[in-house]
């Protein structure tokens, strides 16, 4: 079986509304994906992030992830020396058309349709002195999925949802990772430790996040629950929590005839607008982008 990494999505608060800009063609941000993606993987290569940390994210966001703390975020690409050098003769296919939030954050995502290995992201970026700077990274490394389940009905995707969400949210109040561990699917659990997946959720754990307000809330999916081109089952959409809604995508894997999460994605957003990814980022989902 192939490799899994799935890391949350790292984004910063910002406090400020830019001034409009435009969205890049697509031409430019297909460069712009690939230029961050093939930095990244640069500095993974060389495990050494500082290169990376200096020139390509913005200074709002270096300021509030210092090079200690984003090294630890993606310390397992470090250990296990995960090279996505491919993607550089291969054209990215995007989810959805590139936007500018009201912040003036460039929101990038899609697929590198690579093999063995899918490569996924999630990029945002932030206009700094003429320059697309990052503001939020996700890089998720998915392995070929051989068999997959039967897509659950609305009402067991909610239950799905709810189930994994609480288990993570009781996970960060409990500042201890061990029993969310155990009920993750066999894949994620082989490829990371309950240690692990604290190192990569810390920036959670600092602000006292929770979300435990959406127990008593249906959730609204973005779509349909479907599985995607990899057989994963993914459900996506937010919890209708004041002050802030809480945003969710999640992945699953079927193993056991049971559907097991494999990724998390969780943010908060108030009612204005501004990206807290649980009072900050999938799963990863971390997912994460997720821890995706």
């Known amino acids: 079986m192939r490799k899994l ?14 001034d409009a ?8 941000l297909k460069t712009m994906a690939r230029d961050s993606l093939l930095a990244f993987n640069e500095a993974v290569q060389e495990k050494n992030f500082a290169g990376f940390h200096k020139h390509e994210l913005a200074t709002i966001f270096r300021d509030q992830m210092p090079l200690e703390k984003f090294t630890t975020v993606f310390k397992e690409f470090l250990e296990k020396g995960y090279d996505i ?13 590139a936007k500018i939030d009201n912040n003036g954050v460039l929101a990038v995502s899609g697929s590198y349709p690579t093999k063995p290995n899918k490569v996924i992201f999630k990029l945002k970026y932030l206009q700094e002195k003429s320059a697309w700077k990052l503001v939020g990274i996700n890089v998720q490394v998915l392995p070929f999925v051989e068999n997959t389940g039967p897509v659950p009905t ?12 609480l288990a993570f949210n009781e996970a960060l109040q409990a500042k201890n990772f061990e029993s969310f561990y155990r009920k993750i699917a066999k ?34 999916f973005d779509s349909k629950p479907a599985i995607n081109s990899d057989g994963f089952l993914v459900l996506k ?10 945003f969710f995508e999640l992945k699953y894997v079927y193993e056991d005839e049971v559907w097991e999460l494999v990724g998390i994605n969780v943010n908060l957003k108030k009612s204005g607008g501004t990206d807290k990814g649980l009072k900050k980022p999938e799963s990863d989902d971390k997912d994460e982008e997720k821890k995706e």
């Open 154 to 165: 609305e009402k067991e995707a909610k239950r799905l949802a709810l189930d994994s969400l």
């Open 5 to 18: 990494l799935l890391i949350p999505l790292l984004l910063i608060s910002l406090a400020f509304r830019a």
């Open 237 to 246: 959409g937010s919890y209708p929590t004041q002050p802030s809604k809480v």
């Open 21 to 28: 800009q435009k969205v890049p063609p697509e031409k430019e």
């Open 85 to 97: 050098s491919n993607i550089a003769k291969v054209e990215p296919v995007f989810d959805e058309p």
């Open 187 to 220: 894949l994620w659990q082989a490829q990371t430790t309950a240690a692990k997946l604290k190192e990569i959720f810390q920036a959670f754990l600092d602000q006292d996040a929770h979300i435990s307000g959406i127990a008593d809330l249906d959730p609204v």
